[in-house]
């Protein structure tokens, strides 16, 4: 039967190259593993971690947590930043058939509580910091948490007799905890035991990845290996990532870009993985210089960083074969400022936390087309087994050009949410995924995300979408970040509020953003406040929360 998706003949344009896609994650590593044990996997500063090692201390901690108790399906949590003990970390966890539960290392002790007990994880492995400042708090809060590992993220560094950058890790603590185990030295006990690890399927489940609960406490999405399996293969096939290449993971391997687009891409390809920590700008463009990686994805905030960083020049970025953005609306002034001052184009693309990151991406080699009513830029064309469609509140597909809600088909979306039928019910209806997030497809099957359903302003009857004003507020030119708010008015029922950060050296009042709002906008739509601050907040990959603005 002929494909008569709009975007299909991209495909067979494009002559996609042939991808495996394994049966779980065990196999993706192993296949890894076997194309040479003595391949570098990680490199984390000064210290490198082969594969031969990556496989020898992952057993052994898959051996010591099924010492302790830990069985096929058990939960276990890791509550640390992006270093190789969150590799080790994972890949243990899911050798010792248990699904691993992400844990933002910056979430307090709430958040902590809810994820622990929501999750009924049976284990835990934190950095000594987090343990010490949150995880000792509500330790008890978490009945069926039995078993706690520890460690320095600097250890390895410390080891080898290097200083570990303070810009880095100014705040570290490096002290052993009592009353925990070590994550090295029991994965070093146990590294060439024998082990075989429990059978495990495309449904088994893999990891529990929290959403970021904008209604309501954070629900765990359920990520089974055959959802990550195929997200990954289709991120490698569409991308053309070679054999070998390197990986720089400026988002956090907690969240679920790193995951997939970094942590798995590496082993889909038998790649090497540059592992910062956390992202600094200035150290990542050191990174850049030393280890010449040749993929990198980032939030739009973290481009503009980059771009305000002194002494940043085009050889930074000359390794790079492709830098995409996510997480966020790309603002197409981002696009042209950085590739006219470096020479590389960004990249958009399009997913969520339930389809395991990216599910649509760029045509490669073609730059954006700008939606000349919202000026978002497109994000792309659906990945090969991904169906994508717009429908309006009623659930019927509207026209080309139309908006609507964007919805998602296949084996990349989650079967549900974790012990939540209900929202389960809600979110996933025959097999399509509610996003929430309103978009467009245009005669070339390519689509547009312009915003968030639950973002809509409805200002004196009215629909103003925040998504775009803030790219009218970006073509100002001395705007970094932009967020715009519905804000409640006693005449209007809400009217625009928008908050800015400014370009270094950049200078304006927000008398002036508001002039330049309203002569490129309706009189509806321009904000009638503007706040001017030193910065925005954002989760740790660098979206900007506007809930917290509200």
């Known amino acids: 039967m002929q494909d008569t998706r709009p975007w299909s003949g991209w495909y067979d344009a494009l002559d996609l190259p042939e991808v495996t896609i394994h049966e779980d994650l065990l196999a993706m590593a192993a296949a890894a593993i076997a194309q040479g044990p003595e391949r570098v996997a990680l490199e984390y500063f000064d210290a490198r971690i082969d594969y031969g090692q990556l496989d020898r201390l992952s057993k052994g901690l898959a051996v010591y947590l099924a010492e302790h108790g830990v069985s096929r399906g058990d939960r276990v949590a890791m509550y640390l ?199 600094v700008p200035d150290v990542a463009l050191e990174q850049f210089r030393g280890y010449r990686p040749h993929f990198f994805v980032a939030p739009p905030t973290a481009y503009n960083a980059l771009m305000a960083t002194p002494g940043v020049d085009p050889d930074h970025f000359s390794s790079f074969n492709r830098m995409f953005a996510g997480g966020a609306m790309l603002p197409p002034t981002v696009v042209a400022q950085f590739q006219e001052r470096f020479g590389r184009y960004i990249n958009n693309g399009y997913g969520l936390t339930e389809t395991c990151g990216a599910c649509v991406f760029a045509i490669p080699n073609r730059p954006a087309r700008v939606d000349p009513a919202t000026q978002a830029m497109s994000n792309g064309v659906p990945l090969p087994g991904t169906d994508v469609r717009i429908v309006d509140p009623a659930g019927a597909a509207v026209p080309t050009g139309e908006r609507g809600e964007i919805q998602v088909r296949g084996p990349v979306v989650t079967p549900g949410y974790w012990q939540q039928p209900e929202e389960t019910a809600k979110a996933v209806r025959d097999g399509w995924l509610a996003t929430g997030d309103v978009g467009s497809f245009d005669d070339e099957g390519v689509l547009y995300c312009t915003d968030r359903i639950k973002d809509l302003i409805i200002a004196s009857g009215f629909k103003v979408w925040p998504g775009e004003v803030e790219q009218i507020l970006y073509d100002q030119g001395s705007v970094r970040d932009a967020a715009v708010i519905g804000v409640p008015d006693p005449y209007r029922g809400e009217t625009v509020k928008a908050f800015v950060t400014l370009r270094p050296g950049a200078t304006t009042t927000p008398e002036e953003l508001i002039t330049w709002c309203r002569d490129h906008l309706a009189a509806y739509k321009a904000p009638r406040e503007v706040a001017i601050r030193a910065e925005l907040p954002t989760t740790t990959s660098g979206k900007i929360l506007r809930r917290e603005l509200r």
């Open 81 to 279: 930043q992006t270093s190789p003990h969150f590799v080790i970390g994972a890949l243990g966890i899911w050798r010792a058939g248990a699904v691993l539960v992400t844990m933002n290392p910056m979430y307090r002790a709430g958040e902590v509580t809810h994820l622990l007990t929501d999750s009924g994880a049976v284990g835990l492995v934190s950095s000594q910091r987090g343990y010490r400042e949150v995880i000792a708090e509500v330790r008890a809060s978490a009945p069926e948490l039995r078993l706690v590992l520890t460690t320095s993220e600097a250890d390895l560094l410390t080891e080898m007799g290097a200083r570990p950058d303070r810009r880095v890790f100014s705040d570290l603590t490096e002290a052993p905890v009592p009353g925990t185990e070590d994550l090295l030295t029991v994965a070093r006990s146990a590294a060439n035991a024998t082990w075989s690890s429990p059978p495990l399927g495309p449904e088994d489940l893999a990891v529990l990845c929290y959403t970021s609960g904008t209604s309501g406490p954070a629900k765990g999405a359920m990520l089974t290996h055959g959802n990550l399996a195929h997200a990954v293969a289709g991120n490698v096939q569409w991308l053309g990532t070679g054999p070998g290449s390197c990986l720089y993971a400026a988002a956090p391997l907690f969240h679920v870009v790193g995951l997939v687009l970094e942590l798995l891409h590496m082993l889909q390809t038998g790649g090497r993985l540059v592992l910062p920590f956390r992202f």
